[in-house]
């Protein structure tokens, strides 16, 4: 069954307490159904923005995109999740990840951890937020019962099978680590990832929802110019740039059915945006809309 589209946009740009709360204001006119704050040093404390963030707002969910395990206790990590979801009216879905930028670490104090163990202390507390919330006596409470919805991302083997046994929502990134930096997955091996995490998910009883942060939105009529700008961090040639999930180019009418065929090829059905996206993919979420 075809999910319907949500869409959320991730708030990567700091600002004054009044710019905050008028550009969440401006993500729920826009059409926006969740306002994501992410998880980097250097960027806006998560849970205060999302608080703000509800304050201003009255429709949206609020969400972390995604917190990096490392950074927080479980106990305190339960704490700060059950207040903003009881201040908000149960409107928080809680995102979370492995943490990827060592530089962030290390400045953390923090020992940056190999890939299997970083999952493994992704899995560990999860498994402690699902005893805390379960246990009555742990206060405070949150508005949604037991826990708010549980987003995991990634596109390791190891990543995609926590998400399918543990998350309401799956999030794909859409790129991979290299010795290089971070490198772009082709549609084909979009194909793979999505269909290792099909593997994984077998035998759930509901499945989850699927999210793809789109990394860049560019409405034009010429789709080919839009890119060419790209293609040196991208290291791909146009034809390639073109096919990348994660970028969405062309009018209005040409970037909501890619995105509808990626829906149907992949089962991406919320879709996120970075915030500098924010006013150019509005007309593309009404476009969407119902579809």
Known sequence: ?????????????????????????RAEELGYDVILVPDHLGMVAPFPALAAAAEATGRVRLGTFVLNAAFWNPALLAREVATVDALSGGRLELGLGTGYVREEHERAGLAFLPPGERVGLLSRTVAELDRLFADEACAP???????????????????????????????????????????????????????????????RAAPAELNLLLQSVAVTPDRRAAVRGL????????????????????TVRQIADQLRAQRERYGFSYLTVLDPCMEAFGPVIEELRGG
């Open 141 to 203: 409470r949150p508005a949604q019962s037991p826990m708010p919805p549980l987003l995991i991302g990634g596109n390791g083997d190891r990543m995609l099978r926590l998400a399918a046994e543990r998350a309401a929502i799956t999030a794909f990134t859409g790129a991979r680590h290299t010795p290089d930096g971070l490198r772009p997955l082709t549609a084909g091996e979009l194909d793979g990832r999505v269909a290792a995490y099909r593997g994984f998910e077998a035998g």
């Open 1 to 25: 069954m075809t999910q319907p589209f949500r869409f959320g946009v991730n708030m990567t740009t700091a600002s004054g307490g009044d710019g905050w709360r008028a550009r969440c204001r």
């Open 231 to 250: 293609l040196p961090r991208l290291r791909l040639d146009e034809d390639e740039a073109l096919e990348l999930p994660l970028l969405a180019v062309g």
